[in-house]
T-cell receptor, first 110, second 113 residues
Framework: DAKTTQPPSMDCAEGRAANLPCNHSTISGNEYVYWYRQIHSQGPQYIIHGLKNNETNEMASLIITEDRKSSTLILPHATLRDTAVYYCIVRVASGYALNFGKGTSLLVTP | DAGVIQSPRHEVTEMGQEVTLRCKPISGHNSLFWYRQTMMRGLELLIYFNNNVPIDDSGMPEDRFSAKMPNASFSTLKIQPSEPRDSAVYFC???????????FGEGSWLTVV
């Protein structure tokens, strides 16, 4: 699976959009981009995934660049409950495991 | 659905004792994972089962660790004998046939003293 690079930490004001970047320059054509988050003391939680088109669900939006070498997870209106470590993971659809890196620690402040 | 259920949630044990962690995956899921999380190493995959069969156990640290899945609704991770460096949070996770969404349990917090 391709390697990902994320900033170690970010801050966001409550109510504002949180934009979390991820670089995956070695991504292969059959690899998807997955985002998970882990709130303190809880298990990781699935957020969203995509191949090359932008995706949106009730939690977030995923914007993937045309060359697929990077992506951005957008939390449109961050709340204090969104404070968590966010993991960007690249994996083939037929793969089984998620290889978690260090992720981005997002702090949402009042 | 109740989600992935793990027990115990917290365990403190003495070095040398046997530890057994238990997991009930989501009903209907055919893949099960055991992960370990520490501050130093982050989240590490220990073992992966598909249809109750171990597919990849390359992440199991050493012979002291063993995992079983006797049926589709139950798995155990055993550490014998336990050591202080085994102190970590152990997560069980499961997924269905599409494999896109992996659901994690709340973890078992193990402290070996």
């Amino acid at each position: 699976d391709a390697k990902t690079t994320q900033p170690p930490s970010m801050d966001c004001a409550e109510g504002r959009a949180a934009n979390l970047p991820c670089n995956h320059s070695t991504i292969s054509g059959n690899e998807y981009v997955y985002w998970y988050r882990q709130i303190h003391s809880q298990g990781p939680q699935y957020i969203i995934h995509g191949l090359k088109n932008n995706e949106t669900n009730e939690m977030a939006s995923l914007i993937i660049t045309e060359d697929r070498k990077s992506s951005t997870l957008i939390l449109p209106h961050a709340t204090l409950r969104d404070t968590a470590v966010y993991y960007c993971i690249v994996r083939v659809a037929s793969g089984y495991a998620l290889n978690f890196g260090k992720g981005t620690s997002l702090l949402v402040t009042p | 659905d109740a989600g992935v259920i793990q027990s115990p949630r917290h365990e403190v044990t003495e070095m040398g004792q046997e530890v057994t962690l238990r997991c009930k995956p989501i009903s209907g899921h055919n893949s099960l994972f055991w992960y370990r999380q520490t501050m130093m190493r982050g989240l590490e995959l220990l073992i992966y089962f598909n249809n109750n069969v171990p597919i990849d156990d390359s992440g199991m640290p050493e012979d002291r660790f063993s995992a079983k899945m006797p049926n589709a609704s139950f798995s155990t991770l055993k550490i014998q004998p336990s050591e202080p460096r085994d102190s970590a949070v152990y997560f069980c996770a499961s997924t269905g046939f599409d494999g896109n969404t992996i659901y994690f349990g709340e973890g078992s917090w193990l402290t070996v003293v």
